[in-house]
């Protein structure tokens, strides 16, 4: 039997999805189903000034005449999603104030998931502990949003005296209503499309962070979202605002745990860079990816968009997906400002019977803006891995540049790799180039590794690391080690 | 002192071949190796030369443990065990190393994190915990500086973009470090310059300490001028056609394959 026939064989061994606990609260649910009273249920709760519940309940009519987007390559397509059978608000029953009231079960599931929520300068990571080098070690600032509520945020004292804000969404709706009525919205708006829409309508938590003028955000920021309730959808906003000058890198990781039935995970994310800003967007995804005959997993339908609003901004997102039992997002940037650039560094994986159709979209609007798009997909197992992308140059974006580079590997031949790359050039002085590749695991090279005493298992973890290497470099160190890790467990089932 | 191995009193032979048959899994029809026997005592260098297509790199990487061939009979020995159940990570880790002829690149994956890999992969073969990070670093310099390569090489990525002779040194390097006993050298000395292909022996010949066994396998008597064998076979159409001291070899070089039947310009052309 050749290796790769048998990295096909043994994909079917189940992996271990080592963040499938659940956490035994009280709580709080909406009851299912989503109508005007749903909306103005979570509003109340949320005790939101009137002119939010307007822009919700706007939401919710669009989205009541919406019908869901097909367009969406899933070989194995997937059961309708019963709107009404979901519950759109669940939050633990005691809103805590400080750190001290947080249910010492939420604070244990944070430290089981390796975020601390005290603030020691300890690590954040998908695994934490003492392998990782000291210098690794930095404090970050964490929300923690526990489905549909953020249940702390760190380190706000701190950033305070840096006059950088970093809160929920609820308190910075309370706290700093007029930042967030300026900018909630105006990067994917209330009617961008069903998904956005859902959640304009019913996001009930989430990360809002604003770095004032000239001020470089002195520690990374990160939001942990944790799905615990059955049965509950999960849909959080985040925004993020970069003013003049402001630099800031910001980190979201996501699990929640095994269970057999399908669960939504429809998020919005807004930045905006206004002149010479940088924003730096960061996201490990590890969503429960549901069993190998498809059973359960997370739905992750997310509308992430960034604008560079100034001259000589920056935005550039970097995600790791390794979970979820569909993927389905296109973290773009708006490219603005004359000078500015956008980045999208993508590492996807699938295995088991994961679905991801995942790839950006860089709109070119002012001059000498430039894009670089490197997506590196995975396929193990039966798999399915799609890019999808969109290099748009505008009739005003003279000298605009794209770079994009497509690769994907398969592992064994049971899975998948699809890519579907846009190019719609309107400037005749823009330019565009495009690389992509499709290759295997090559037996060659396993059997290079294996004859140095390298197991085969762990030869396809260092060649698929290697694959990744160009996207991992571009991670904050810490989350380097860590996106290494998550991709060795998450190819686990692959080789045995 | 070196005992040869035809009496009771031998010690047991490194590497014993018996009556090796062997044939490509996906062509079951064509035997490749029609009985080798070879035995190669602790300490001794043994070289194989024959023209291309007598199966020389098959029999290398067939020890190697290469899953694309199919043993029909015979056995592989090595320390007296039987080879046949043993991955190419055991037999590796077990202290077998095969130099490649066409050494592969690994994108994206430094030399010093494969290498890494493996000498970690071979401690917890013998029980060991991970070295740390100096004393490995430790142990790098000092076979760099064995083997005469730039501990420069070792930040690169393996085998990307490396020329064809720091491709040959650096797996006489990876066998250094992972301080096997046992290194098949499948055409190490082609494609090299005069230079080249002296750092390579000297780097061979430094490993050489009365345990250490090599089992050279080339195309041109050259190589045997920098590391002197023991042993020379002639190997042709699957089988050894003749053993032999290190004059062998010259003989070879003096008349070529012709007495044995070869056709030498399709040879050379290859």
Redesign the interface.
């Known amino acids: 039997m050749t290796s790769t026939e048998e990295v096909a064989r043994l994909s079917h061994e189940r992996r271990e999805y080592k963040y499938g606990f659940v956490t035994d609260i009280e709580q709080e649910f909406a009851s299912p189903g989503l109508d005007e009273g749903t909306v103005r249920f979570i509003s109340a709760k949320k005790q939101e000034p009137e002119w939010l519940l307007e822009w919700r309940l706007k939401a919710l009519r669009k989205w009541q005449e919406m019908t869901e987007p097909t367009w969406v390559f899933l070989p194995y397509g997937h059961p309708p999603i019963d709107y009404q059978a979901i519950s759109y608000y669940a939050a633990p029953k005691q809103a805590p104030k400080s750190l001290e009231e947080v249910d010492p079960k939420i604070l244990e599931t944070y430290e089981k998931l390796g975020i601390p929520l005290s603030e020691t300068r300890a690590l954040l990571g998908i695994e934490g502990g003492p392998e990782t080098p000291a210098e690794a070690r930095r404090a970050v600032a964490v929300d923690a949003v526990f489905d549909s509520v953020s249940v702390k945020t760190t380190f706000q004292e701190e950033l305070k005296k840096a006059g950088v804000i970093f809160c929920s969404m609820s308190e910075a709706v309370r706290e700093h209503p007029e930042l967030v009525r300026q900018y909630l919205g105006s990067v994917v708006p209330y009617s961008d499309n069903f998904f956005a829409t859902l959640n304009s309508a019913v996001f009930s938590d989430g990360s809002f962070v604003y770095v004032p003028k000239g001020v470089k955000c002195p520690m990374e920021l990160s939001t942990y979202f944790r799905i615990n309730a059955r049965n509950t959808g999960q849909f959080e906003r985040t925004l993020i605002v970069a003013d003049e000058g402001a630099e800031v890198s910001y980190l979201e990781g996501c699990t929640a745990p095994v269970r057999d039935e399908h669960q939504l995970h429809a998020a919005v994310v807004e930045l905006v860079a206004m002149k010479g800003a940088y924003i730096k967007y960061s996201t490990i995804q590890n969503w429960y990816p549901g069993d190998e005959t498809g059973k359960g997993g997370i739905y992750n339908f997310v509308t992430k968009r960034g604008i560079c609003k100034g001259d000589d901004s920056r935005i550039s997102w970097t995600q790791v997906e390794t979970g979820s039992a569909i993927t389905w997002k296109y973290p773009s940037v708006v490219l603005q400002g004359d000078r500015s650039k956008g980045e999208f560094y993508s590492v996807a994986l699938t295995n088991l019977r994961q679905q991801a159709d995942t790839g950006t979209k860089m709109i070119h609007i002012g001059r000498d803006t430039k894009s670089t798009i490197v997506s590196k997909g995975i396929s193990a197992g039966e798999g399915q891995n799609t890019y999808r992308g969109l290099v748009q140059m505008n009739k005003g974006a003279h000298r605009a540049h794209n770079y994009t580079q497509c690769d994907s590997i398969l592992i064994g031949d049971k899975c998948g790799a699809h890519t579907f790359p846009y190019v719609d050039i309107r400037n005749p002085t823009a330019t565009a180039e495009h690389e992509a590749s499709t290759t295997k695991i090559a037996e060659d090279q396993l059997f290079y590794c294996t004859a140095r005493g390298i197991s085969e298992e762990d030869a396809v973890s260092l060649l698929v690391n290697g694959f990744c290497k160009q996207v991992f470099s571009e991670l904050p160190m810490e989350f380097a080690v860590e996106a290494n890790k998550l991709l060795a467990v998450s190819l686990e089932g692959s080789v045995g | 002192m070196r005992m040869k191995g035809n009496g009771s009193m031998s010690p047991v032979p490194l590497l014993e071949i018996r009556n090796l048959h062997v044939r490509l899994e996906d062509e079951p029809s064509v035997e490749i190796l029609k009985g080798i026997d070879l035995k190669i005592m602790p300490g001794e260098v043994h070289s194989i030369m024959g023209p291309n297509g007598s199966g020389k790199s098959t029999l290398a990487q067939v020890l190697?443990?290469?899953?694309?061939y199919e043993i029909v009979e015979g056995q592989i020995l090595f320390k007296g065990q039987d080879l046949s159940d043993l991955?190419?990570?055991e037999?590796?880790?077990s202290g077998i190393f095969?130099a490649?002829q066409y050494?592969?690149e690994?994108?994206?994956?430094s030399a010093m994190?494969?290498?890494k890999?493996?000498v970690n992969?071979?401690r917890a073969?013998e029980g060991q915990g991970e070295l740390d990070a100096g004393a490995l670093l430790r142990h790098f310099r000092a076979k760099a500086l064995q083997i005469n390569v730039p501990f420069e090489m070792l930040k690169r990525?393996v085998n990307e973009g490396f020329s064809g002779g720091e491709k040959k040194r650096f797996e006489i390097f990876?066998m250094a470090v992972?301080d096997s006993v046992l290194g098949i050298l499948d055409e190490s000395d082609s494609g090299l310059d005069i230079d080249a292909l002296r750092i390579v022996s000297e780097g061979v010949n430094s490993m050489r300490d009365g345990t250490r066994s090599f089992l050279l396998i080339t195309h041109y008597q050259r190589l045997l001028n920098y590391i002197v064998p023991d042993r020379v076979h002639v190997l042709i159409g699957g089988r050894i056609v003749k053993s032999g001291g290190k004059d062998l070899a010259l003989e070879l070089e003096e008349h070529g394959y012709a007495p044995f039947g070869v056709n030498e310009s399709a040879v050379a052309s290859a």
């Open positions: 190697a443990g290469k899953e694309d991955g190419p990570d037999r590796a880790n095969l490649f050494p592969v690994i994108p994206g994956v994190q494969f290498l890999a493996a992969a071979k073969f990525n990876q992972l």
